[in-house]
């Protein structure tokens, strides 16, 4: 099993930036891709972002252009920088591995005030 635990979000203005992290421990070996998912308040998780073993990233269309995932190996961690944010990228981030999920973290809180 692979325990992840999120950090970095806050409270920012429109525009601004944030960075999470998502570092990894335990069984990281059995781990071939890594994403960022979120849930605002009422609604369901969604994906956000993901990064493959091989490099190979993907977004979901309402972050392109504003939001890149990036691995460090070595520190077994993902990161998620969100620049340009909005109101609505209010939300709980959480972290993920593929193709087998992990029991979930805690998130990480990432408010945008407008």
């Known amino acids: 099993q692979v325990r992840l635990v999120e950090s970095g979000g806050g409270l920012v203005q429109a525009g601004g930036s944030l960075r999470l992290s998502c570092a990894a421990s335990g069984s990281i070996f059995s781990i071939e891709a890594m994403g960022w998912y979120r849930r605002a308040p009422g609604k369901t998780r969604e994906w956000v972002a993901s990064?493959?073993?091989?490099?190979?990233?993907n977004y979901a269309d309402f972050v392109k252009g504003r939001f890149t995932i990036s691995r460090d190996n070595a520190k077994s961690t993902v990161y998620l920088q969100m620049n340009s944010l909005r109101p609505e990228d209010t939300a709980v981030y959480y972290c993920?591995?593929?193709?087998?999920?992990?029991?979930w973290g805690r998130g990480t809180q990432v408010t945008v005030s407008s």
């Open positions: 990064i493959t073993n091989g490099g190979r990233i």
């Open positions: 993920n591995t593929g193709p087998s999920p992990q029991p």
